[in-house]
Structure formats: structure tokens, C-alpha cells
């Protein structure tokens, strides 16, 4: 430093001096800002890309919103009270000897934690599994494990169980105190309409209503004193339509990565979920389908896969 | 920079834009060093308090390698042929009408693609689930649907039904060419000496030892025209000794965060799986313990979990 700085012309090293500060500064900040670009860059990327693509993709309704539905709707506020559980017994074609039974397979845990049909729900859930997988493997003797599994799958999930508590009105039912059950069994009954059979994923599913086909036959088997024929004779037809190798769909999320893989393009989730309740798929880097604000982060990434689906041979001309 | 650069004494100037120059590059420098450190400063922080724990946790066997058991154990290489399935009758005390489904039972897809078992098993899988549900949902009255849960997973799960097939010798009758099966199934009857009743994740589990169990009991129940009664009456006495209540034990993740809750300790799992195959336990930044090399992540993690509820009260003085 010492032989560097000349003593002959003071103020022009103290200029030099103070350049050399300046210019310090200056690469401080060139780097620093370099790095934080850097690091920003690929969110950038894809929201301009976003933004490029917008035209191409079909408008989205607005986000569900539970309050919205509150003050648009107030006659879903209110959940009547529940039916005579006598009617149930005429819905099965069954009469049970324990109507305690009947009514424990009803009872949420809100309404009474100590009599609460959890237990029930285990055992039917089992039972029930049990009885589909038993019939398909009969059934279907051609389909290999793979599709099996998926078959038994579609037909005991939680919408599919849901939609036979629906169209058998088995929530009218039900003993709870959930104050939103109500309503989310309302959006649930509304959205269902666009998909007959089932909607693999792009719904949310009021987890009750699965619980109380699974507690009903849980009930049964006990009542008919554990006899799986009985159990069948009565829910074979409960829980029509079943799915078969025909109408059974691809998950959107796994068909999207097949017809990717088959027409070698590379598929990309952008998971903006915690930023903005977003899921952006990218092919090929181009952003074919998006995903918006909802409840649940599966059912975006679902929704945003079905929507990719849909684009994908418009925007890539596939 | 014009301004600042005089022209009457060109040699220091050309020293001062020198110094610059070298200035400059070690602001660089020490800036990027500094970010470098920054971002690794966490790993080195876990590795140094590892080494100045090391003392305190106790010396972990060399990683088991299958590379080493071929070389120090010729015997284990060749597996012996499989054995007359007619035995497999004796054992279960069941004459199958049709020796078909018995043969098919004990094929693995490597043997023989168009007819192996993987039908049968899922088949099986189902009626034993139902089963153990239905056994224990009436034997344990007062037991809430949780715990209800946690007691049918661990008396169906792959371990427990490893341990079945095991002591049944069931292994001795199956049909495949998976090369390594048979050393894999001798390292997984040396390892669960250690654990007489369930090792709740701490052992590598031979699947397939699983698969044959669930295989036979679909074989079983196909030949007896469906009744889930014979199956059962077969069944019970080869899947002792059944985990009830008292002998149910909490996997070891789990039972680490209760008691570290219960004693308002803050425990974290340091994931250097990627790097080095090592999971480390952190309670309160103190590293408590540790699990090395496996061929599994899940396990490697149980042993560490496993390995720091050993070691707690020695370290913590809990």
C-alpha cells in the first residue's frame, strides 16, 4: 500500500482513493445483485412465460370460497335436522335386529365422541374392500394384478363412496355437529354433475359421507352376524355403478405423464402452491395447463394436469 | 474516470489501477468465499458437533454389504431347489380339491410371468386384512379407532408376515429366479433374532416372503368356495404369535417425537442420506443419534431414531 500511495500530490491520491471506494461499491453491488438475480430467475422465467402463454389458456372459474357461498346461498347454512333412521333399513332392503347398530353406524364423533361409528368404519372398510376385491378377481380373471389393484382402488376411494352416500341420501342421516359439512356436501353434490362416474382427483371430497357407507356396512356385518355373502347381496346394488376395465379412467396426473413419455416431450410441475394456490405445468418448457386456488394442493396439481390435458394439442400441436 | 486519472505521472497511476485491479479481485473473492461458507455452514455445523459427540454414542456394526456376505459365506450363494409343495399341506393341515392353486401360489413372476401369484396375493391381502379387522375389532371392545388401526397394520404387514413365512419355512417352496432372494431372506433371519416379536422398521424386509403368505391365504380361500371361516380357522394358528395390545409396540420415529415432547425437547432429523447414508437426531441442536449405511432410507432413519432413544438419557441426563 505504502509504496503505491505517492506523498507528492496528496489530493489526487485522496480522489484516487475515493474512485477506488466508489468502484468497490460498485462491484459489492454488482455482485450482490448478480447473485439475487440469479437466484430469482427461474421463478421469473416462469411467470413470464406465464404471461407470454395466458391467451392460450381457457378462462378458469373463480376460486371457491366457503364465505362467498355463505352470503350467495344462506339456505345451505342451515342443515335440517336428521330423518328417522327407520327409512334407512327400506333403503338397504334390510331390517336390523340391533337398531342400536343403525345408530351407532350415524353417529359422528362431533355428536357423540363415546358412540362415535369409527370403529364401525374400520371393520366396514375392510369387509368392503374384501367383497370388491373378491368379485373383480372372479370378474376380470384376464386383468393382470396392476389393473386389479387400480379397479379395486377406483371403486372404495373415498369420492366413490361419497357418491353412493350421496345418491343414497345417506348424509340426511347423519348425527353431527360439523358446522361446514353442510355446505361442502352441497359444493361436493354441485361439482360431481360434470364428472357421471367420476372425477379421479379434480374434486374435494367430504370425507364423512365415504365414512358412513364404510360404518353402514361395517353395522350390517355385525347385525347379520358376520356373513360377507349378506353383507354383498345388500351393497352389490348400494354401490352401483361400479367402475370396470371399460370406464375405469387414468388418474389426470399419470395420463398426462404417459402421453408425454410417449410423444418424448418433457412434462414439468411448477408447484406455486404456497405462493399463490397454483400448480403450472410446463411441456417442453412451454406452459400448456394450470391448476388455481383451492382447498386442497392434490386436487390443484389434478386440475392443473386435466387442464393440460385438454390444451395439450392446441398448444403443441401434438 | 477520466477526471480521476491524472496524466502527469503515468507509472504510479498505471501502479494505482494495478492495486485497483487486485483490490477488486479479492473483494470479489472474499465475497463469494463468504457466500460459499454461508451456505455450507449448516453442514459443517452438524458435522463438527457429530465429531465432538462421537464419544458418547456407542460403535455401530459395519454396514452389512451384499457384496461381503457372497464372499465370506459361499453357502448362502446357491439356494437349494425348492421343495415338494405336498409338505405345504402338512403344515397348513388343508388338502387342497385343486393342487393348481397351491403351485400357483408358490410361483414368482421371475419363474413363470403368466402365472404367478401377484393375483392370488392381492386377493389373499384383502381376505387376511378383513380378517385380522374382524378378529381384533371383536376380541379388543374398548379400543379407540386409532390404536385399533396401529394393531391390524402391524399383525398384516410386510415384516409380520415375513416372520410367517419364515417360521413356516414357506420360503423353501417357492419357484423364481430372483438371484439375490435367497441371500437377502438369510440376512433377514439373522437380523430378527434381535427382535423376537417385530423390529417395527429397524430390518430390511425380502417382500416376497410377504407375498407368499398373502398368496397362500388367496389360494386357500379360492379352494374352500369362498368361506372366510376356513380360511380363518387355517389361518390363526400359523400367524401367531398375533401382536394384541400389551405387546404392540410404537415405531421408533414416532415414540422419539412423544417422548421429546413430553419432556418440551426440540428434536430434528438431519437427513445427510444423499451424501453419506446417515441420518442423524438432533435434540435440542445436541446430537443424540444416529444411523449409518442401509440399503434403505426408511430403515436408516428407524436405527437412527432407534439409536437416539438409546441413547437420551445418557446425553440429555433426562
Not at 327407520?86 to 342400536?100: C, H, M, Q, S, T
Amino acid at each position: 500500500m505504502k509504496e503505491a500511495t505517492p506523498n507528492n500530490s496528496p489530493k489526487k491520491v485522496s480522489q484516487i482513493l475515493m474512485l477506488l471506494h466508489f468502484l468497490l461499491f460498485q462491484v459489492y453491488n454488482l455482485i450482490t445483485k448478480n447473485l439475487t438475480s440469479f437466484f430469482s430467475s427461474l421463478i421469473k422465467e416462469e411467470k413470464k412465460e406465464e404471461e407470454s402463454n395466458e391467451e392460450l389458456l381457457p378462462p378458469q372459474p373463480p376460486p371457491r370460497n366457503l364465505d362467498e357461498v355463505e352470503e350467495s346461498n344462506e339456505k345451505l347454512l342451515t342443515p335440517p335436522p336428521p330423518r328417522n333412521l327407520d327409512e334407512v333399513e327400506a333403503i338397504l332392503g334390510y331390517e336390523f335386529k340391533n337398531k342400536y347398530l343403525l345408530e351407532h353406524a350415524f353417529t359422528h364423533t362431533t355428536y357423540n365422541k363415546n358412540f362415535s361409528f369409527e370403529r364401525l368404519e374400520l371393520l366396514g372398510d375392510a369387509v368392503l374392500n374384501m367383497l370388491v376385491t373378491k368379485e373383480q378377481f372372479f370378474l376380470y380373471q384376464d386383468l393382470g394384478p396392476g389393473q386389479l389393484t387400480r379397479l379395486r382402488a377406483a371403486n372404495v376411494d373415498t369420492e366413490k363412496l361419497a357418491r353412493v352416500a350421496i345418491k343414497h341420501e345417506f348424509h340426511h342421516y347423519l348425527r353431527h355437529n360439523k358446522p361446514l359439512l353442510h355446505k361442502k356436501i352441497n359444493i361436493f353434490m354441485e361439482e360431481i354433475l360434470e364428472y357421471p362416474l367420476h372425477s379421479n382427483g379434480l374434486v374435494e371430497v367430504p370425507k364423512t359421507l365415504a365414512d358412513i357407507v364404510e360404518s353402514i356396512i361395517g353395522a350390517v356385518f355385525i347385525d347379520c352376524g358376520n356373513s360377507v355373502e349378506t353383507v354383498w347381496r345388500i351393497f352389490k346394488s348400494i354401490l352401483e355403478p361400479l367402475i370396470d376395465p371399460n370406464t375405469l379412467k387414468t388418474h389426470p396426473v399419470v395420463e398426462l405423464h404417459e402421453v408425454c413419455q410417449k410423444k418424448n416431450k418433457k412434462v414439468k410441475f411448477v408447484d406455486l402452491w404456497e405462493k399463490s394456490r397454483t400448480f403450472l405445468v410446463l411441456i417442453d418448457n412451454q406452459l400448456v395447463g394450470k391448476g388455481i386456488h383451492d382447498s386442497r394442493k392434490d386436487i390443484v396439481q389434478n386440475r392443473a394436469a386435466k387442464n393440460a390435458l385438454d390444451n395439450i394439442g392446441k398448444v403443441l400441436k401434438l
